[in-house]
């Protein structure tokens, strides 16, 4: 019996083991088909959770972005490109201010930094209410560099100063500005201790600060005395030699030249005559000794001396045609070697430039042929057929640069100069503006009948070639 009760035990235990496994393999089976679910339940319960919890948590980005998107919409719908220009303006106006205080910080690197950018801002727009509104602190600025700063900084102050009278326009504030800031000019200009190029565009600035503001005769004459003894130093040595000058003061030399002419323009056809007459030893240089400047080794130095001289012809001669009779056939001479220089131990950018300006000075001294040059900005024309206009446009580019286009178009200092009239309405310009499709069209038309021409004239060399 005992051994029957075993053998029912072990039978038992087995069946018991057996259903123990189903059992287990089937929760098995249910917890692993049960996990995904449990683990889809633990990751969308934070979002749950933290979408109740925080307000900033909660935020949904879909909702944000759909939006921002509506608003964009909208904005564009209603006149985005009035809103868009209105940002802009507001924007640039914004960094504009930053760079005027920035001109008073600590950093003399800071202070140069802003004063370029101010300047690149003058350049870029016409802004003369936003300018009058702080032109005692831009003055104040300007001034304060250009007497306790050094180098760079004073050659970014003075390249501001005309900008600064420029963008003020025909008034009172833009005289004011250049009388209280010429002196301090007048003084960087004649420091022997300050950077060449510091005291180079100082020249430049004072010259067209003194002619913006105008001025009595006698001070005029007083400044151009002045830079004449800055830019002397190229003229011949005392036995007929030319001075050995450095390539900076060269260019110191031809931006004091420069500003001198560009104040002789200033003057009476009468008083130029009677000035620079053979006669009169009281005002200097004569045509002589500026005809000196030609034999610099130097071609800026040399062109700015020929313009000069172009310029005070055209104005003796439109006193007297005698002027300066006898001198000019000598004048002539050199003008004509200059034109037509191949010497190869000149840089061939150089002689091209130079055979092209001394081209129109010989033309002029000798036939007296004025200069014929057209300036096209937007749907109008400037023509330069004086040599007093093109020395005033030049001078203007000097300072303006790529902004010159511009301030033709709206400044009103800047086209009463150049007796432009009144600015044209905006509604002309986009009456007269060609479209891109016609621009389009009109350049590959020209592009056809340049190589029809074209053609035909290689056509010609290649059957000659042949023959």
Do not use: C, I
């Given at each position: 019996m005992v051994h029957y009760k075993m053998e029912n035990f072990d039978d038992s235990a087995s069946d018991i083991l057996d259903i123990n496994s189903e059992l287990n393999f089937d929760c098995s089976l249910q917890t692993r088909r049960k996990k995904p679910d449990k683990i889809r339940a633990s990751v969308q319960k934070p979002r749950v959770d933290t979408i109740g919890t925080s307000d900033e948590d909660s935020l949904n980005d879909n909702a944000s972005v759909i939006s921002i998107l509506s608003e964009t919409k909208s904005v564009i719908e209603e006149g985005g490109d009035e809103v868009d220009e209105q940002t802009q303006e507001e924007v640039f106006e914004e960094k504009l201010r930053e760079a005027i205080d920035g001109m008073n910080q600590k950093s003399a690197q800071g202070r140069t930094s802003s004063l370029e950018s101010v300047a690149k801002a003058f350049i870029k727009k016409c802004i003369p209410d936003f300018v009058s509104d702080r032109r005692i602190t831009l003055s104040d600025g300007i001034e304060r560099s250009l007497k306790k700063g050094r180098g760079s900084e004073q050659a970014a102050a003075a390249q501001l100063a005309p900008l600064l009278c420029v963008q003020l326009g025909a008034g009172d504030e833009a005289e004011e500005v250049c009388k209280l800031l010429a002196p301090v000019l007048s003084v960087v200009a004649h420091d022997t201790f300050a950077s060449l190029q510091a005291r180079a565009k100082c020249c430049w600035a004072l010259g067209l600060c003194s002619f913006l503001s105008g001025g009595e005769m006698a001070d005029i004459v007083h400044l151009m005395q002045s830079l004449e003894t800055i830019f002397s130093g190229s003229y011949l040595k005392g036995n007929g030699t030319v001075p050995v000058v450095s390539a900076e003061l060269a260019s110191l030399h031809a931006a004091a030249l420069s500003a001198w002419s560009l104040l002789l323009t200033l003057m009476a056809p009468g008083d130029v005559y009677m000035l620079m007459s053979e006669d009169n030893d009281v005002f200097a240089p004569q045509i002589s000794q500026l005809s000196e400047l030609l034999d610099s080794a130097h071609l800026d130095v040399r062109m700015a001396s020929g313009e000069t001289i172009?310029?005070?012809?055209?104005?003796?001669?439109?006193?007297?045609?005698?002027?300066?009779?006898?001198?000019?056939?000598?004048?002539?001479?050199?003008?004509?070697?200059?034109?037509?220089?191949?010497?190869?131990?000149?840089?061939?950018?150089?002689r091209k430039q130079q055979r092209s300006s001394f081209r129109d000075i010989l033309h002029y001294i000798e036939d007296g042929n004025p200069p014929e040059i057209q300036v096209r900005f937007g749907q109008e024309i400037l023509a330069l057929d004086s040599w007093c206009r093109k020395k005033q446009y030049d001078a203007f580019c000097q300072v303006l640069g790529s902004g010159m286009n511009l301030h033709l178009t709206e400044n009103d200092l800047v086209r009463e100069i150049f007796e432009l009239g009144e600015r044209l309405s905006p509604p002309y310009y986009a009456a007269n503006k060609q479209t891109k499709l016609e621009r389009h069209l009109m350049n590959a038309a020209a592009f056809k009948a340049r190589t029809i021409s074209r053609n035909k004239h290689r056509d010609k060399r290649s059957a000659q070639s042949f023959l």
């Open positions: 172009a310029l005070a012809y055209e104005l003796g001669r439109e006193h007297n045609d005698d002027f300066q009779r006898t001198t000019t056939p000598q004048l002539v001479e050199k003008l004509r070697q200059l034109a037509t220089d191949s010497h190869k131990y000149r840089a061939k950018k150089d």
